[in-house]
């Protein structure tokens, strides 16, 4: 039985502490999935010029953030790595004309680890990444998707992690309910997944309502798009979680199949 693919919205760093609807959803979330091979993490917190897979046997955990509370600096997530499935993770890319270069001592970002420490406390489950592009070229993201569909039956779980609605840069206060127009992106983004509309998604800088303002640098965007791509052709997305964080930050999380 085939996978599905995730797409996940991690949050702050403070998700995997925090006493939250996304916290508590995610420790629920990974249940089905222990049997998993292995996990392929795509976070919008590693960038490169092309895409590049970790393969690391002992991936550190990586405390990509500054400002926040002592105890999330203590935390490791002591997951091991798989070089196997990087070459094979790369050999697929090449399969499909996509360049891709292997890191052996890249890490885990917090967009892999805060939400699989919630997900896979016991770290049991071997753990890989995959970066997203700095051109944030939507269709390229589709595309590098699309060559990994093979995946989702050889017992590996895709994850994409970003966040639905994640306007950092455009809004600085918080506010007790959502803003109007984070609620009109987050239910257009809500609506195209469920229907699977990929090209709706990747245009979504022209279809969707305030995209200036959900996304003002789309790296939280592309991770959805690599797992709508990995579901393969004609997948759809299921609602899985839906809340709100600070009134602009969306933890909206779907499944592909």
């Known amino acids: 039985m085939k996978l599905p693919t995730l797409f996940i919205s991690h949050g702050s760093p403070e998700t995997v502490i925090a006493d939250t ?62 070089p196997k499935l990087a070459a094979e993770i790369a050999g697929m890319l090449e399969s499909a004309r996509l360049q891709c270069e292997i890191d052996s001592r890249r890490g885990l970002d917090h967009g892999a680890w805060v939400p699989l420490r919630l997900m896979f406390p016991d770290a049991n489950t071997p753990v890989v990444q995959l970066s997203i592009q700095k051109g944030l070229d939507p269709a390229a993201h589709l595309a ?9 039956k050889e017992g590996v779980l895709v994850i994409g992690s970003g966040g639905a609605v994640h306007p950092l840069g455009y809004v600085t206060f918080p506010s007790p309910t959502p803003f109007p127009w984070a ?15 990929r090209q709706a998604l990747v245009d979504y800088q022209a279809k969707a309502p305030f995209p200036e303002r959900a996304h003002p640098r789309p790296d939280h965007y592309m991770p959805l798009l690599v797992a709508l791509g990995a579901a393969g052709p004609g997948a759809k997305g299921k609602v899985l ?7 602009f930050l969306s933890m909206g999380m779907y499944a592909f199949e």
């Open 21 to 82: 609807p996304a916290h508590d959803f995610l420790q629920t979330l990974g249940k089905p999935y222990q049997a998993a091979r292995a996990i392929l993490v795509i976070s919008a917190h590693w960038e490169s010029a092309c895409p590049v897979v970790s393969a690391s046997q002992h991936p550190e955990t990586i405390h990509d953030f500054s400002g926040f509370p002592d105890e999330l600096y203590q935390i490791k997530y002591p997951a091991q790595g798989s």
């Open 144 to 152: 590098l998707g699309d060559a990994l569909t093979d995946l989702r």
């Open 183 to 197: 609620v009109a992106f987050d239910d257009w983004l809500t609506d195209a997944v469920q229907r699977g509309d």
């Open 241 to 247: 979680h839906q809340s709100w964080e600070y009134g």
